[in-house]
């Protein structure tokens, strides 16, 4: 098969995945893209995706729990919340230490009056020891006002010995597993934005666990392919053994936006037209939900030729990782300045 067969084949424009890279010319050879795509369908003006191998069905956009912590009056974080779910998206995202608990809090109360049935509930945990992850899970549940988590994520796998930490015999992983067998737990997944190879030594350590995660969250976006690529490094070993992606980062908290090589459109419809399950992306206010719903109404895979034009126009400024502050610097490591958070 010919590259333009196979991006033909590809409604999700995988040629996005390894377009900057030389992993393009071997892609056959990594996964077949008739198995991996997530399956979609849309309802009404919302797109739905297959999670996985979980047999889960999320939206396509997510909504960010860090950025509805920011808002002064609770009761707008609260309006935020539940207009989005009312718009379709079902995903919710959210953290143990988002905002000091604040992010958790006002979302366990927007999840009141019926809207928890209506959500896909994902929050993260700092631990990687066994006690404090188990008191950070419950202490989640209580904020959050559930009796489940629907995913549970281990949050910031940044440090190469973080795998070791998580799987140890006294090692956060131990507290999930116990959480999922007590029915607190449905599904598990890890996140991390600051290297590939950290990621994939997670999977590695996971492998020699016997252990299978269910999702992982990673930055892919516009710049990525250019630097310390996730998309190509990481995308597809993910694909292959079934992990359902969450996509994140797709605007690099706004900083990618400041390069003025790309709009926010740009952004959203680049990382939806990867094949990832979810684009979680922060909401802070009504407009940035508007822009998110509108994102995903206008939503087509982009062309080949779309794809490459916007990687050209984005190169220069991607070449050093200039606009990837959670790949260069320490901003994005919450971990790293609170240690404690660690246990």
Request: contains cysteine; charged residues 25%; proline residues 3%.
């Amino acid at each position: 098969m010919n590259r333009r067969d196979f991006l033909r084949k590809t409604s999700f424009s995988v040629g996005a995945v390894w377009a900057a890279g030389e992993l393009i010319q071997n892609a056959k050879a990594l996964v077949d893209p008739n198995e991996y795509r997530p399956k979609e369908v849309r309802k009404g003006d919302m797109l739905y995706r297959e999670l996985g191998k979980t047999g889960e069905q999320v939206s396509l956009v997510g909504l960010g729990g860090y950025h509805i912590g920011h808002q002064a009056d609770e009761s707008e974080s609260i309006t935020i919340i539940r207009s989005a779910i009312d718009r379709g998206i079902t995903f919710m995202d959210n953290c143990w230490d988002y905002n000091g608990g604040a992010s958790e809090i006002r979302m366990g109360k927007a999840l009141q009056d019926g809207y928890r049935e209506k959500v896909f509930l994902m929050t993260k945990i700092d631990g990687r020891t066994k006690v404090s992850a188990a008191s950070q899970i419950d202490e989640s549940l209580q904020r959050l006002q559930t009796d489940h988590l629907d995913l549970l994520q281990h949050h910031e796998i940044l440090r190469m010995e973080d795998p070791d930490g998580v799987f140890a015999p006294e090692g956060s992983m131990a507290a999930v597993l116990e959480a999922q067998k007590a029915g607190k737990v449905r599904h598990i997944g890890f996140t991390g934005h600051k290297d590939p190879l950290v990621h994939l030594r997670m999977l590695d350590i996971a492998s020699q666990n016997n252990f299978h995660f269910d999702t992982l969250q990673m930055p892919l976006n516009v710049m990525d392919g250019n630097f310390r690529s996730f998309g190509q490094q990481v995308l597809p070993r993910a694909l292959k053994e079934g992990i359902g992606v969450l996509g994140m980062k797709s605007m690099g908290d706004g900083v990618l936006l400041r390069s003025n090589t790309v709009e926010p459109i740009d952004c959203l419809h680049y990382a939806m037209s990867l094949p990832v399950s979810v684009v979680i992306t922060g909401i802070d206010s009504m407009k940035i939900l508007d822009q998110a719903s509108e994102a995903v109404r206008t939503f087509k895979p982009l062309s080949e030729f779309e794809i490459s034009a916007l990687l050209q126009r984005t190169r220069t400024a991607a070449a050093k990782g200039e606009y990837e502050l959670y790949k260069t610097t320490s901003h994005f490591d919450g971990t790293a300045k609170n240690p404690q958070w660690l246990g």
